[in-house]
C-alpha cells in the first residue's frame, strides 16, 4: 500500500487542481461578459408567488432573500455555483489521492475537469441551466452520508432529493439515484436493496405529484408571459420556449423529443460516443473493479447500484431532447460517487492506480480530446462552436 505521509502528494494534486479552477473560472468570465441566455434566465424568474411551480425552487428562494434577477446577477449566482462545485472536487481528489504518489493525483484530476461532460460543459457549453444546482445538491448529499449515522443520512437524503426535483423534475434521475446508491454503499446490510427501492419508489410518487401540481393553471400561457415579462421588466429577458414548458403535458414533452431526422439524430449519438470513447471505457471498466472489489464481502449489489446511479440521467432521453444534458450528468456523478467510493473504501485505491497505469494513454487521450474539443453540448454534441480555441476567439475577435 502506498503511504505518503508528508503531504508533497496532496499539495501536487491541489495545486494543480486549483490552476485548472482558475482557467475554468477564465471560461465563465468570458461567459459572464457574454450574457446568460433568455431560455435559461426565464427559469430563474419561476417562484411560488401566484402558485406551486415545478422548477420553482431556485426562484423562490431568491425570491425570499430579495436578490435582484438581471442578466448579470444571475450570470455570476450561477458561475460562482460552477465554482463552488468544481472546488468541492478538487479538495475531494486531494484528500483522496494523498497518500499516493503526486503523479497519481495529478493525473486523476486533469483527467475530471478535462472531462467534457463536467468543467467547460458548465463552464460554456451548458451554461445558465439549473442542472448545477442540483449536482452541489449531491455532492453536500455525500458529504452528509460520509460523515453521519444511518437515520440523519436518510433524512438529508431524502430532502435533498426533494429540493432537487423541486429545482427540476429531472433531479429524479440525476440527484436522487446517486444519494441512494450511496446509502447501499456506506451501511450495506443496513440499507440493501429491497429498502433502497422502497426509497426510491417513494420518491417516484413524490417527483409524479411535482408534475402533476406544478403546472401553470391559475393563469394562461399568454398571461404567465406577460406576468413574467412584467416581472422581468423587458420582453427580452423572458423566453417563451422556457414558459411554455410549464403550460404542456408529458405527452407533448415527448412529442417534441422525436428528430428533425433520424440520421441526424444517429449522427449526433455517433459523434458523442467516439469523441467520449476514452472516459466512457474508463468508467466502465472501473466499475467493474468495484463490482469485483465488493463481491467477496457479499456487496456486489452496492456496486451495481453505484453503476447504475452514474448511468441513471441517460433513463432521461425520451423525455427530454438535449441529450448530451443527460450525459454530462452522468459524466459528472461517476466522479461524485468514484471519490465517495474511495473515501469510504481506501483500500480500493490500489486497484484503481493499477487501473489508471494500466490504461494511462487510454485517459490522456480522454484529456487531449476535452482539453481539444471542450463541452459535450446539449442537442448537438461536440459542436466545433463550444471548443476552447473557439470560445477564446470569438472573445479576443
Not at 141 to 169: D, K, Q, R, W
Request: glycine letters at 8%.
Amino acid at each position: 500500500m502506498y503511504d505518503f505521509t508528508g503531504g508533497r502528494s496532496r499539495t501536487a494534486t491541489l495545486a494543480v487542481g486549483l490552476s485548472a479552477l482558475i482557467v475554468a473560472v477564465g471560461f465563465l468570465a468570458i461567459r459572464v461578459h457574454r450574457g446568460i441566455g433568455e431560455f435559461q434566465l426565464t427559469h430563474y424568474y419561476f417562484n411560488y408567488s401566484d402558485e406551486f411551480l415545478r422548477r420553482g425552487l431556485i426562484g423562490e428562494v431568491l425570491r425570499q432573500i430579495g436578490f435582484s434577477l438581471s442578466h448579470l446577477n444571475v450570470a455570476l449566482l450561477y458561475s460562482s455555483a460552477v465554482a463552488l462545485f468544481l472546488l468541492l472536487l478538487v479538495l475531494a481528489c486531494a484528500r483522496v489521492f494523498a497518500r499516493l504518489p503526486a503523479h497519481i493525483g495529478i493525473l486523476f484530476v486533469v483527467f475530471m475537469l478535462a472531462c467534457p461532460g463536467l468543467t467547460l460543459h458548465y463552464a460554456y457549453s451548458s451554461y445558465g441551466y439549473l442542472d448545477i444546482f442540483q449536482l452541489l445538491l449531491a455532492a453536500s448529499g455525500l458529504l452528509a452520508i460520509y460523515l453521519s449515522p444511518l437515520p440523519l443520512a436518510l433524512a438529508v437524503a431524502v430532502t435533498l432529493a426533494i429540493s432537487s426535483m423541486l429545482n427540476h423534475e429531472a433531479g429524479l434521475m440525476i440527484t436522487t439515484p446517486v444519494l441512494i446508491a450511496a446509502l447501499m454503499l456506506k451501511f450495506g446490510d443496513r440499507f440493501a436493496l429491497p429498502k433502497a427501492a422502497l426509497m426510491f419508489a417513494g420518491l417516484v410518487a413524490v417527483a409524479i405529484l411535482i408534475w402533476r401540481h406544478g403546472r401553470a393553471d391559475t393563469m394562461t400561457y399568454e398571461d404567465h408571459i406577460g406576468a413574467l415579462t412584467s416581472a422581468a421588466g423587458s420582453t427580452e429577458a423572458i423566453s417563451d420556449a422556457a414558459v411554455i414548458v410549464l403550460h404542456r403535458t408529458l405527452g407533448d414533452n415527448i412529442g417534441l423529443v422525436l428528430p428533425r431526422s433520424p440520421w441526424w439524430y444517429a449522427w449526433q449519438q455517433v459523434k458523442f460516443v467516439i469523441f467520449a470513447a476514452p472516459y466512457l471505457f474508463f468508467f466502465v471498466t472501473s466499475l467493474m473493479v468495484v463490482k469485483a472489489y465488493l463481491a467477496p464481502s457479499g456487496r456486489s449489489m452496492a456496486g451495481l447500484a453505484m453503476a447504475a446511479a452514474i448511468f441513471a440521467p441517460v433513463a432521461l432521453y425520451p423525455i427530454g431532447h438535449d441529450y448530451f444534458r443527460w450525459w454530462s450528468a452522468a459524466m459528472t456523478n461517476y466522479f461524485l460517487l468514484m471519490l465517495f467510493f474511495c473515501s469510504l473504501y481506501p483500500g480500493f485505491l490500489e486497484r484503481l492506480v493499477a487501473l489508471m497505469q494500466r490504461y494511462r494513454r487510454v485517459m490522456l487521450t480522454g484529456i487531449a480530446i476535452g482539453v481539444s474539443m471542450g463541452g459535450i453540448g446539449g442537442l448537438v454534441s461536440f459542436s466545433v462552436h463550444t471548443a476552447p480555441a473557439a470560445m477564446v476567439f470569438r472573445a479576443v475577435f
